[in-house]
C-alpha cells in the first residue's frame, strides 16, 4: 500500500492524504480522539442530553473544553445540536448516524478495557471522591 493512499471517498475521486496535516479526515480523527471527543461520543451512545448532563457526566471536563468539543463534532457531523427557545435556553446535543456508527467501536473498546481492569483489579476507587 502506498503512503497517503490508504482512504479513498467513494463518491468521487477526491483522495483523503491521512498523512498530511491540512487533510479533512485527519481532523476529524483527532477530534473524535481527542482527550474530550471520545467521552462525548460515549457519553452520548445511550440517550441524547442536555450540555449540563454531558458535563456532569464527563468528570473532569470544563465548560469551556466541553462547548469546543461539542462545536468541533457537530462541524464533523458526528453529533447533532438542537435550542429549545426558552430562557435560558435549552441546547440537547445527540449523535447522528455516522456518529453512532463511529462510536460503536469506541464504547466497544471501552467496554473491553473496563472487563479486563474488572478482572484484574479489585472494587474500583475513585480518586478524590
Same mark, same amino acid.
Given at each position: /500500500?502506498?503512503?497517503? @493512499?490508504?482512504?479513498? &471517498?467513494?463518491?468521487?475521486?477526491?483522495?483523503?492524504?491521512?498523512?498530511?496535516?491540512?487533510?479533512? #479526515?485527519?481532523? /476529524? =480523527?483527532?477530534?473524535?480522539?481527542?482527550?474530550? +471527543?471520545?467521552?462525548?461520543?460515549?457519553?452520548?451512545? #445511550?440517550?441524547?442530553?442536555?450540555?449540563?448532563?454531558? &458535563?456532569?457526566?464527563?468528570?473532569?471536563?470544563?465548560?469551556? /473544553?466541553?462547548?469546543?468539543?461539542?462545536? +468541533?463534532? =457537530?462541524?464533523? +457531523?458526528?453529533?447533532?445540536? &438542537?435550542?429549545?427557545?426558552? @430562557?435560558?435556553?435549552? =441546547? @440537547?446535543?445527540?449523535?447522528?448516524?455516522? +456518529?453512532?456508527? =463511529?462510536?460503536?467501536?469506541? #464504547?466497544d473498546l471501552f467496554g473491553r478495557i473496563t472487563r479486563k481492569l474488572s478482572a484484574d483489579l479489585p472494587e474500583f476507587q475513585p480518586r478524590g471522591e
Amino acid at each position: /500500500m502506498a503512503v497517503g @493512499t490508504q482512504f479513498t &471517498r467513494s463518491e468521487s475521486t477526491q483522495r483523503y492524504e491521512v498523512f498530511h496535516t491540512n487533510c479533512p #479526515a485527519r481532523e /476529524m =480523527v483527532d477530534h473524535v480522539t481527542s482527550r474530550w +471527543g471520545i467521552w462525548v461520543l460515549i457519553s452520548l451512545q #445511550a440517550n441524547d442530553l442536555r450540555f449540563f448532563e454531558l &458535563r456532569e457526566s464527563i468528570r473532569g471536563i470544563s465548560e469551556k /473544553m466541553l462547548s469546543q468539543t461539542l462545536r +468541533g463534532l =457537530v462541524e464533523d +457531523g458526528l453529533i447533532w445540536r &438542537r435550542v429549545e427557545p426558552t @430562557t435560558p435556553p435549552q =441546547v @440537547t446535543y445527540g449523535l447522528t448516524e455516522f +456518529g453512532r456508527d =463511529v462510536g460503536e467501536p469506541l #464504547a466497544d473498546l471501552f467496554g473491553r478495557i473496563t472487563r479486563k481492569l474488572s478482572a484484574d483489579l479489585p472494587e474500583f476507587q475513585p480518586r478524590g471522591e
